[in-house]
C-alpha cells in the first residue's frame, strides 16, 4: 500500500524535488541504523519497480537524477532487463509436463499448480524446486513455506528469470534479507529487479558487490556509485 502511495506521489510531485529526497533517504539509510529509513527506502525500490507508475513519470524522474548526476538514483527507474538466456535443459523442465522426482509420473501444470497450496512440507520441498513461475508464483502465497524454500528458490540455478523476478517483487518475501542477497548474487535475476534490491543492502554488502567479478559490470557499478553517492553527501553535511 505504501508502494503504491508513493506511485501517486511520484506523478504528483516534481522530478528534481524527488529526485533530492530520495538521495537524502539513501544516504540516512546507508549511513545510519534509522529503521524508519531503511524501511522507506525499501518502498522507494518497490514503488520505482510497481508497473503502474506510469512511463512518462519513470522518463521524468530517470532523467532528472542524470541531470543532478545520480546515475545510481536514476537506475531504480529502469523498467527493461538485458535478456538472459535460459538452458536447454531448464526449458525442458518448463515444458507442459514435469515429475516432482524423476521416477514420479509426469504432473501438467495444472496439477503442480494445485500441489503448490498443499500444507504437507514433503511436497512443498519437492516443490520448491520447480522453475516454473505459475508454481513459484503460488508458492510464494502458500503459508506453510518458510524462509528458508524461499532461500533456495532465489538462489537456484539455472534460474528462470520471470519466476525470480516474481519473489524480487513479493511484499513478504522481498524485504527479507537474506532472500535479497541470495537474489542480487543470481545471475539469472533481471538486472533492474537485483539494482533495485542492491541499494537497499548493506554498505559492507555494496563492497561485496562492488568486488565480486562475476556479477554483471552495471550491477557492480551500481553497487559503488550508491556508495560513492552516500560517502559524498555525509562528507557535505555542515558539522554540529
Do not use: C
Not at 520505482?48 to 530517470?62: D, G, S, W
Not at 537506475?75 to 522426482?101: C, D, H, N, Y
Amino acid at each position: 500500500m505504501r508502494a503504491l502511495f508513493l506511485v501517486e506521489a511520484f506523478g504528483d510531485g516534481e522530478a528534481d524535488a524527488w529526485v533530492e529526497v530520495i538521495t537524502a533517504v539513501m544516504t540516512r539509510a546507508h549511513s545510519t541504523d534509522d529503521v524508519d529509513a531503511i524501511e522507506t527506502l525499501e518502498t522507494i525500490t518497490h514503488a520505482a519497480a510497481e508497473p503502474t507508475l506510469a512511463y512518462e513519470t519513470r522518463k521524468r524522474l530517470y532523467e532528472a537524477a542524470l541531470v543532478q548526476q545520480h546515475p545510481a538514483i536514476a537506475r531504480l527507474f529502469l523498467s527493461v532487463s538485458p535478456t538472459v538466456p535460459i538452458p536447454a535443459t531448464l526449458k525442458k523442465q518448463l515444458g507442459p509436463e514435469r515429475p516432482l522426482r524423476p521416477t514420479d509420473r509426469p504432473l501438467t501444470l495444472g496439477e503442480r499448480k494445485s500441489l503448490a497450496r498443499t500444507h504437507r512440507r514433503d511436497q512443498i520441498i519437492l516443490l520448491v524446486r520447480d522453475p516454473h513461475p505459475a508454481v513459484v508464483e503460488i508458492l510464494l502465497s502458500n503459508p506453510h513455506v518458510t524462509e528458508a524454500d524461499i532461500i533456495k528458490m532465489a538462489a537456484m540455478r539455472p534460474a528462470v528469470p520471470d519466476s525470480l523476478a516474481k519473489i524480487a517483487s513479493h511484499p513478504r518475501w522481498s524485504v527479507r534479507h537474506a532472500v535479497k542477497r541470495a537474489l542480487v548474487l543470481n545471475p539469472a535475476t533481471p538486472l533492474a529487479d537485483a539494482i533495485r534490491i542492491a541499494t537497499t543492502l548493506k554498505a559492507a554488502e555494496l563492497n561485496e558487490l562492488a568486488a565480486d567479478h562475476s556479477l554483471p559490470e552495471l550491477l557492480r557499478q551500481h553497487a559503488a556509485e550508491v556508495l560513492s553517492n552516500v560517502f559524498s553527501n555525509v562528507a557535505l553535511r555542515p558539522q554540529s
